[in-house]
C-alpha cells in the first residue's frame, strides 16, 4: 500500500479552514485504511495523536509563517523522502519545489483569480503565485466542488483528469440538532438571553462574506415586522477579518436592535448556535465549498445564502437563496422570519440533505485522486 505523508504544518492555532478539514479528513482516511502519516508543528502532535493519526517524530518546523515556508522548500523533500514517503499531500495551496515525487495539493478556492479584491494586498499574489504553481507541478489538484474545478479549468486552463473534486463532510455526531442544554450554552456563549430570537451568521468577518450587506438586510427586515413582535438580535460568530465597510454598518444599527459579535466560539458550541437560530444567513459572494452552510443545515437550521460559485453546490433545493445585495437579503429575510413553516420545511430538507455529505466520502475522493498521482508519477518515471 503507498504511504501517504500529509503535511499539516500549516494549520493556524484556532482551527478554522484547513485546520477543520484536516482533522476530519485525515481519520477518514485511516478508516478507509489508507497509509497515512502527517507531519504537524510540535504544538499540534499530540492534538493529532487523540484523533488517531500517526506523526513524523522528532522533525522541528518552524512556527512563524516565513519560516515554515521556507522549511516547506527546503526541509520539508528531504523529511518525506526519509519516511519513505510514495506520495506527498500538501493539503494549502503550497508545495516544495524540490520534492519530485508524486504530489497532490488541495486548491480551496479560486478566488484570488476571480476576485482578488476580496483579499488582502499580500494575500493575493502569493496565493495565485502559489495556485499556478501547484496547477503546474502537482500530479493531482485536489479541490472541494465541482465550481472550484471549473473555475481552476476557464482560468488557469488545467486539465480535467488532473483534478479530483472531494466535496467537503459534516460530523453528523457533532454537527446535529441540538438539545435545550446545547441551545442555552450556546445563547449564553453568545451573549443572548434565554428566549430572545436571533438570526446567526458564522464566518470569518472578512469581505466575501458579505457581511455589511447583512447587517444593513437585518436593520431593514427587522422594520417591516408586526408592531409589537421584538426584533431578533444578529448573531456575528467567526474570527475578525479584515473587512473595512464592517464597523461603519455596525454603528449604523439603530437603538433597539441587538447585534452581538462574540467572535471566535469553540467548536463545541456551534451546533447550538446554528440549531437555534431562526435563520443561518450566510450571504457570501463566493465561497469554494461553503462548509458553515452544510454545518447549519446539519443542526436543523433554516438556511439563507447565495447562489454565488460553490454554495448552490451544497444548499441544493434544501435552503433559501438570495441575491446578495442589502434590498434583497431584506426581503429574503423578512419572508423567512414571517413563515415558520418554510423554516420548518427548509430545517427538514435540510437536514436530509446533509446526510449526502459525509468524511468518509470525502477520503475515498481523495484516495481517488491519490491514486491518479501516483498513476503520473509512475508514467513519468518518478517514485
Known amino acids: 500500500m503507498p504511504r501517504v505523508l500529509v503535511d499539516a504544518t500549516a494549520i493556524p492555532a484556532q482551527l478554522r479552514g484547513v485546520g477543520r478539514y484536516l482533522d476530519n479528513l485525515l481519520p477518514a482516511l485511516v478508516a478507509a485504511g489508507a497509509d497515512v502519516v502527517a507531519l504537524a508543528q510540535a504544538r499540534d502532535r499530540q492534538h493529532f495523536a487523540e484523533l488517531g493519526i500517526d506523526c513524523l517524530p522528532g522533525v522541528s518546523v518552524p512556527a512563524g509563517r516565513l519560516g515554515r515556508l521556507a522549511w516547506e522548500q527546503y526541509g520539508l523533500p528531504g523529511v518525506a523522502a526519509r519516511a519513505g514517503a510514495d506520495l506527498l499531500h500538501s493539503p494549502h495551496y503550497t508545495s516544495p519545489l524540490r520534492w519530485t515525487g508524486p504530489l497532490a495539493v488541495t486548491v480551496h478556492d479560486a478566488t484570488f483569480f476571480s476576485n ?19 496547477a ?50 450556546a445563547r449564553a456563549a453568545a451573549g443572548l438571553e434565554p428566549d430572545e430570537e436571533f438570526v446567526a451568521f458564522l464566518g470569518t468577518l472578512e469581505p466575501r462574506k458579505n457581511v455589511p450587506a447583512l447587517i444593513r438586510g437585518w436593520v431593514a427586515a427587522c422594520a417591516t415586522l408586526q408592531a409589537g413582535r421584538r426584533p431578533p438580535a444578529l448573531v456575528l460568530a467567526g474570527g475578525a477579518g479584515w473587512d473595512r465597510e ?36 450566510y450571504p457570501s459572494l463566493g465561497e469554494g465549498f461553503g462548509l458553515p452552510v452544510l454545518e447549519a443545515m446539519a443542526c436543523g437550521a433554516a438556511v439563507l445564502t ?13 435552503v433559501a437563496y438570495t441575491e446578495p445585495d442589502d434590498a434583497s437579503i431584506a426581503d429574503a429575510l423578512g419572508r423567512l422570519l414571517t413563515d415558520p413553516e418554510l423554516r420548518a420545511r427548509l430545517s427538514r430538507a435540510g437536514l436530509v440533505r446533509a ?9 475515498q475522493a481523495h484516495l481517488a485522486g491519490y491514486e491518479k498521482a501516483l498513476h503520473r508519477g509512475r508514467q513519468a518515471g518518478r517514485r
Open 306 to 318: 447565495t447562489r454565488r460559485l460553490a454554495l448552490p453546490e451544497v444548499g441544493g433545493d434544501a
Open 246 to 281: 464592517l464597523e461603519a454598518a455596525v454603528a449604523a444599527v439603530p437603538a433597539g436592535l441587538r447585534l452581538l459579535r462574540p467572535g471566535y466560539l469553540p467548536l463545541a458550541d456551534l451546533p447550538g448556535l446554528l440549531g437555534a437560530a431562526a435563520v443561518v444567513a
Open 116 to 134: 482578488p479584491e476580496w483579499h488582502t494586498r499580500a494575500k493575493g499574489p502569493f496565493f495565485r503565485a502559489a495556485t499556478r504553481l501547484a
Open 136 to 185: 503546474r507541478r502537482a500530479d493531482v489538484c485536489i479541490v472541494p466542488a465541482q465550481a472550484t474545478a471549473d473555475e481552476l479549468h476557464s482560468r488557469l486552463g488545467l486539465d480535467p483528469d488532473r483534478v479530483q473534486v472531494a466535496h467537503l463532510g459534516v460530523d453528523t455526531g457533532l454537527f446535529r440538532p441540538p438539545d435545550d442544554a446545547a441551545r442555552a450554552r
Open 355 to 363: 446526510r449526502g455529505f459525509s468524511w468518509a466520502a470525502c477520503a
